[in-house]
Nanobody, 122 residues
Framework: VQLQASGGGSVQPGGSLRLSCVASGSNFNIRIVGWYRRTPGKPRELVAEITSDSIINYVDSVKGRFTIFRPNDENTMYLQMTSLKPEDTAVYYC?????????????????WGQGTLVTVSS
């Protein structure tokens, strides 16, 4: 399974961006999706996730501003980001985990997107 992320860019504070991430492969089932971000000198941070029980979690700093969604449980996930702040500047990575049924038996997999840069600056 491979992930392709897109949608990053440069915006002014208060602006919005939507990140997209498409999973491709054959015969797999996604159970967990999430978005992480990394800024220089800081550890990677979980921004938002949808768990295998369909529970949505956000890091406190983005609650009320970011929305993670995956329409119709398809192989595309989104992170809608509004009211962006300079501290949201980071490289954002999508993540997914699930089961691959392309072999003789189901195998757990996890995959990361390539990262997309979000810059919030006036």
């Amino acid at each position: 399974v491979q992930l392709q992320a897109s949608g990053g860019g440069s915006v002014q504070p208060g602006g919005s961006l939507r990140l997209s991430c498409v999973a491709s492969g054959s015969n797999f089932n996604i159970r967990i999706v999430g978005w992480y971000r990394r800024t220089p000198g800081k550890p990677r941070e979980l921004v938002a996730e949808i768990t295998s029980d369909s529970i949505i979690n956000y890091v406190d700093s983005v609650k009320g501003r970011f929305t993670i969604f995956r329409p119709n449980d398809e192989n595309t996930m989104y992170l809608q980001m509004t009211s962006l702040k300079p501290e949201d500047t980071a490289v954002y990575y999508c993540y997914t985990a699930g089961y691959d049924y392309s072999g003789t038996q189901a195998e757990f997999f996890d995959a990361w997107g390539q990262g997309t840069l979000v810059t919030v600056s006036s």
